[in-house]
């Protein structure tokens, strides 16, 4: 099911496609509680067609403001599954140099309920750099050659929080040095583990995605060199250019972005300036792969940062 909303207005609410394949920017709406269902539908529809939607002007809108936004897109999930950032629900990410984030990814896939839709909101932005690169995971599957479908429609991999971030970093000590948010020992302080399918079925457009990013260990059956000539093959499917889209941060700009289609990439040039987002996510399902089965918890429980639950009660 595909939902066409390129262009589209209900009394000020205008949603502007900003790219082939992914992005739209959506003007004329002040977020923050009690929206209304028409326009939280629109919004919705706006975030399935483009994948990752951005709204400007939104200087108004405290921790307050974005949590009641958000809730009416559904249940929320903690903050984290492992990190505290001194919220319940907000996941604040800071900076000033370089940034634990400078490489593709998919939110939270190390847990077994990855999160159905990030919204993340500037609060300090750097006078250059710090932008966000986003990738249509769905649009890079439908572009397979058929012989690579056949291969990834059956494939599994496995996903873990157990991740060097400063390792994957141009400059790990810059990484390290400045990214005051958490430490990777508090990020890899309760371990989690976790097979997914890597193509799931989208439980709201019925689109294939590709489930791959950076919490990628290994593929089931693969040998780890085996398994890395593979995950770069179909990264740099995912990561081609005509599959993203690259946002310039202003101050008062919220970023949502469908968690189940797609990677981002958040890129570390902006010297020392500091750099601070926050983000909130709406809880989302467990992946089901094209034979049905679904994603196979392998080490933790996820049930405290993500009530599964409350999505179908």
């Known amino acids: 099911m595909t939902i066409s909303l390129d262009r589209a207005a209900t009394g000020t609410l205008e ?4 790219g082939g394949r992914i992005g739209a920017r959506i003007d004329g709406v002040r977020l923050g509680p009690d929206l209304g269902a028409e326009t939280v539908g629109r919004i919705r529809s706006a975030l399935l067609e483009h994948k990752v939607v ?6 108004h809108l405290d921790d307050e ?5 958000a809730e009416q897109l ?3 999930t903690t903050a984290h599954p492992t990190v505290n950032t001194g919220s319940a629900r907000i996941f604040t990410l800071t900076a000033n140099k370089g940034m634990a984030a400078n490489s593709w990814h998919t939110d939270v896939t190390f847990v077994d309920r990855i ?6 909101r500037g609060v300090t932005i750097p ?8 990738a249509n995971t769905a649009a890079a599957y439908e572009a397979l050659p058929d012989s690579l479908r056949a291969l990834v429609d059956n494939l599994w991999a496995v996903h873990s929080n157990d991740y060097d971030y400063a390792a994957s970093s141009e400059s790990p000590e810059a990484v390290e040095e400045s990214h005051r948010s958490f430490t990777r020992s508090q990020f890899a302080s309760t371990r989690f583990e976790t097979e997914h399918p890597v193509v799931r079925v989208h439980p709201e457009t019925g689109e294939r995605t590709l489930l791959l990013g950076h919490f990628v260990k290994k593929f089931v059956g693969l040998n780890q060199k085996e398994s890395a000539i593979l995950f770069n093959l179909l ?17 008062g700009d919220v ?9 981002h990439y958040a890129v570390a040039d902006f010297d020392t300036q500091p750099r601070e987002v926050r983000r909130i996510t709406v809880a989302g399902d467990i992946p089901v792969g094209v034979d049905g089965r679904t994603s196979i918890p392998r080490v933790g429980d996820a049930a405290a940062f993500s009530d599964i639950g409350a999505l179908v009660s």
């Open 115 to 120: 999160p159905a839709i990030s919204i993340l």
């Open 15 to 18: 949603v502007q496609q900003l």
């Open 54 to 59: 951005f709204f400007r002007g939104q200087e």
């Open 235 to 251: 990264q740099d499917r995912v990561t081609k250019l005509e599959n993203t889209i690259r946002w310039t941060w202003q101050p």
């Open 65 to 69: 403001g974005h949590i009641a936004f």
């Open 255 to 263: 970023a949502m972005w469908d968690n189940r289609a797609t990677q």
């Open 127 to 134: 006078a250059y750099g710090g932008n966000t690169v986003w």
């Open 74 to 76: 559904g249940s929320l």
